[in-house]
């Protein structure tokens, strides 16, 4: 097998705010775009299944994405109204995680990279 030359990205995007599953495609067709560019993206969006199944609060999701966000190179930040992905987004800068508006906006930032 050969070493990932991907990005690790994190979708940050709205959940609650307006309609969960429209936000959840979003993050997800989001997320299709990087892979399709050779990244590899993690979605949040998705432990919605999980929540569905075995409930857990808010700042236990929160803990399990920003575990998962300290490890990627870079985040992209949906538009939308999200205090979690406000939240995301600081906690990104404070580490130097680099913030892109766009999955479009990350992919034509590292056109050409290995």
Known sequence: MRAARGLR???AAPY???DVALNVRAAVL????????GHFPYVPHLS??????????YEDWMELGLAYLITC?????????????DREVAFARERGIPVFASAMDLVLSHEGSP
């Open 9 to 11: 990205v994190y979708v």
């Open 16 to 18: 609650t705010q307006g």
């Open 30 to 37: 989001a997320a299709e775009t990087l892979r399709n560019a």
């Open 48 to 57: 919605h299944f999980w929540h569905a199944m075995c409930p857990r609060g």
């Open 73 to 85: 190179h870079a985040m992209i930040r949906l538009p939308g109204d999200s205090p979690g992905s």
